[in-house]
């Protein structure tokens, strides 16, 4: 930097042309600079727009893992109550088994005693018709 006194010297002297040189050199430097410092202020903005847009992304990540993790969720109440059912199904098709091998037996023991029942029936009809 030059000194107030410097500067009065140099106008005096006649000097006025480095001074003006050395005004043109320092605003081609702070042009640079103001150039430079644009450039980054607009690669920092689209940072910061990629920054929100990730953001964004991850947002709607949170929201479809959650929603997945739900219906997970729902797949595995629905598995374990189908193994109950399942279960349940299995207890029934034996209970209906049981029931239905009584049921023959009861088909049979009816059939015996009507088939004994009529026996006796025709052999009385029958003494009574001999004897009578």
């Known amino acids: 930097m030059v000194s107030d006194e410097e500067l ?3 106008l005096d002297s006649g000097q006025s042309e480095v001074f003006v040189s050395n005004i043109l050199k ?3 430097v702070t042009r640079q600079a103001l150039n430079e410092i ?3 202020h607009s690669e ?3 940072l910061e727009r990629s920054i929100r847009e990730l953001h964004e992304i991850f947002t709607f990540l949170a929201t479809e893992v959650e929603m ?5 969720n729902r797949i595995e109440k629905n598995i374990l109550s189908s193994a109950d059912y399942v279960e349940r199904g299995q207890e029934h098709v034996k209970i209906a088994l049981e029931n239905q091998k009584k049921a023959r037996k009861k088909k049979v023991m009816i059939a015996i005693c009507v ?3 009529v026996l006796i029936l025709a ?6 018709i ?3």
Do not use: C, K
Not at 68 to 72: A, F
Not at 123 to 128: A, K, L, Y
């Open 115 to 117: 088939s004994v029942t």
């Open 38 to 40: 644009s450039a980054r």
């Open 130 to 132: 001999t004897v009578g």
């Open 123 to 128: 052999v009385i009809i029958g003494i009574t």
């Open 8 to 10: 009065e010297q140099m």
């Open 68 to 72: 997945q993790g739900e219906m997970i």
């Open 44 to 46: 920092i903005q689209q």
């Open 26 to 28: 320092d605003t081609q």
